[in-house]
């Protein structure tokens, strides 16, 4: 008997088997756990579906915010975490409660066979958000599109903001591959397609399967003048054609024309810089200057350098870089910063975080750091692995409080 979100937490990460993964066969576990609860999945209101190697989650967090703000009881489905595993399932900008996610949790324990723990998460939010009057409703893929967890819903507007080589020991080693993988969202019933700048190679493929499939799709190119990191401003212009195009497709056509005339572009800019979305180039202190972004494999690492060189160009960074090493990045992914001292660390969850055992742990790193920076000329930068990001980012807060 699951009584407290904390069982219900440590229940649902002893089912970690990521092998299952590659067996390409997670939907017959997901939808049969689905048809004892009911199909929740077949209860949904109209879903944003959003993928990408890059971005989806900041794609994701801006259109549900942009919904909410335009009036309608939004659910958001991300992953991974940041500070709290309830941040995983949410509607308008608040997280599952301890309580729900208790409850929903034994419900979903309750019909339990073999599922993986991605897919009984995912399980418990598509249940929740059945059963929770929604307007509408954003899901952000786990990895790649066609075998993940989320793919049993059926989307209104499918999104995909980016293409690289990541995961490619389970969605392929080409960018055609991966490409193919991540279009896989895309279904008969799907309204619309929308997708970032991606590279010839997975544009044709991806473009080659919305014409067989027949849905229109097209390719967002242009920018928001957000003040969230350079290539936000990419992030942010393709969820509001996202948003639009999705509100165009459920509502009737003078509701839609009063919601897109009430989001002028300034008033649209101003709102998305007050978005919160914990570790995309989050600024958590100003004095000194410290940065937190998940960038996790080569693609991520080069728009966090691209960044900080456009907007932090004349200081210099000090980079704490904790990263897994199956991900193919290593302090060589900073060499076109000028000004950049990178500090590779480990950190506590992992073993094999990195290609030496001889990297500096990250407290200690982050300690000296502290104490020696030149506010007016230095500034830090934690990155790497998400997961190594989310403790670091704890840990520097509450820190930084105690000064």
């Known amino acids: ?13 002893s089912l970690t088997r990521p092998g ?27 879903v944003i579906h959003v993928t990408g190697t890059n971005g989806k989650g900041s794609v994701s967090r801006f259109s549900q915010a942009i919904l909410t ?18 941040e995983r399932i949410e509607i308008d900008g608040q997280y599952i409660s301890d309580s729900d996610l208790t409850v929903y949790t034994q419900r979903i324990a309750d019909y339990y066979t073999n599922q993986t723990e991605f897919e009984v998460i995912t399980a418990i939010a ?18 790649g599109g066609l075998w993940d967890s989320t793919n049993v819903i059926d989307a ?22 991966i490409a193919y993988q991540k279009v ?22 991806v473009e080659k399967q919305a014409q067989h499939l027949q849905v229109p799709y097209g390719e967002i190119d242009s920018k928001l003048k957000v003040s969230r990191g350079y290539y936000q401003r990419y992030n942010a212009a393709l969820a ?11 509502l009737p ?19 998305i810089n007050h978005v919160s979305w914990p570790a995309r180039m989050e600024i958590i202190s100003k004095n000194p200057l410290i940065i937190v972004d998940g960038a996790h494999n080569p693609q991520g690492l080069a728009i966090l350098t691209d960044s900080l060189l456009r907007e932090y160009g004349d200081r210099e960074q000090l980079i704490v870089f904790g990263h897994l090493e199956k991900k193919k990045i290593s302090v060589r992914n900073f060499d076109n910063l000028p000004f950049a001292k990178v500090f590779p660390v480990n950190w506590e969850s992992y073993r094999q975080t990195a290609e030496s055992d001889h990297y500096e742990e990250w407290h200690k790193q982050l300690d000296e750091l502290l104490e020696k920076i030149d506010n007016e000329k230095q500034m830090i930068v934690v990155t790497g692995s998400l997961y190594f990001v989310s403790q670091a980012r704890i840990y520097l807060k509450n820190k930084l409080q105690k000064k």
């Open 126 to 143: 598509l249940l929740y958000f059945s059963e929770s009057h929604l307007d509408a409703l954003v899901i952000e893929v786990g990895i």
């Open 1 to 13: 008997m699951i009584e407290n979100a904390e069982q219900a937490i440590s229940w649902i990460h």
């Open 184 to 205: 896989g969202i895309v279904k008969k019933t799907t309204k619309a397609l929308l997708y970032g700048r991606l590279p010839s190679e997975a544009k044709e493929v």
């Open 69 to 86: 703000a335009s009036g309608f009881k939004t659910g958001l489905y991300i992953s991974p975490f940041i500070i709290k595993f309830n």
């Open 240 to 250: 509001w054609a996202v948003v639009k195009i999705y509100l165009h497709n459920i």
């Open 20 to 46: 299952l993964r590659v067996e390409h066969d997670t939907q017959k576990r997901m939808l049969a756990l689905l048809e004892s609860l009911g199909h929740p999945e077949k209860k949904l209101p109209p």
């Open 156 to 177: 209104t507007v499918a999104v995909i903001t980016s293409v690289g080589m990541d995961h490619m020991d389970i969605l392929g080693d080409t960018l055609a591959k």
């Open 253 to 271: 056509n003078e509701r839609f024309l009063e919601i897109i005339d009430f989001w002028t572009t300034d008033k649209l800019i101003k709102f």
